[in-house]
């Protein structure tokens, strides 16, 4: 997680990465609303969703920024398996891990609770909860939609922090 007290040096390639994991979370939130509607498409929007956030992730702990992206090649192999359910699922591992790690930078009311709201709608969803799946794809995807309205209100450089903590 990156320091906003912290200003570093930003060439483009950190302003296209915080743009494009920044990106994921507003296509995460509509595609997630979108689940219930839309199911074939909303996907693989998350599919979609899910690779912005690992592919240009910012945290300073390698094993958490591994895992994240893990999920997310998991996610994808699956997807061109045939095995909806389970990329669906990895796709839910990362952005629910992504956003317990955003409470702690905003706070926002009950995004701690996400990974367990997730998981709730991927069981929901493999098991055909029909308006269970309806009402936590709401909060997930509204949970989302807050978290992406914050996160485009900070400048660039508070996704990237302080450069030298980063482990390789």
């Not at 790690?101 to 991927?122: D, G, H, I, S, T």
Request: proline share 4%; with cysteine; charged share 10%.
């Amino acid at each position: 997680m990156a320091d906003p007290h912290i200003q570093s040096p930003m060439d483009v390639w950190d302003k296209i990465t915080v743009i494009i994991y920044r990106t994921g979370f507003v296509i995460a939130a509509f595609s997630i609303l979108a689940l219930t509607w839309y199911p074939q498409q909303a996907q693989i929007a998350v599919l979609i969703a899910a690779t912005c956030c690992a592919s240009s992730l910012h945290i300073y702990l390698k094993h958490f920024r591994l895992t994240f992206q893990f999920a997310t090649w998991l996610a994808l192999l699956c997807a061109l398996l045939g095995w909806h359910e389970l990329a669906l699922g990895g796709a839910l591992v990362t952005l629910g891990g992504l956003c317990f790690k955003e409470y702690f930078c905003f706070r926002v009311p009950l995004l701690n609770l996400q990974p367990a709201f997730v998981a709730a709608l991927w069981f929901a969803w493999v098991f055909e909860g029909g308006w269970i799946v309806r009402i936590l794809s709401l909060i997930v995807g509204g949970l989302l939609l807050i978290l992406a309205v914050q996160k485009w209100r900070m400048p660039l450089h508070f996704d990237i922090g302080d450069k030298t903590k980063y482990q390789i």
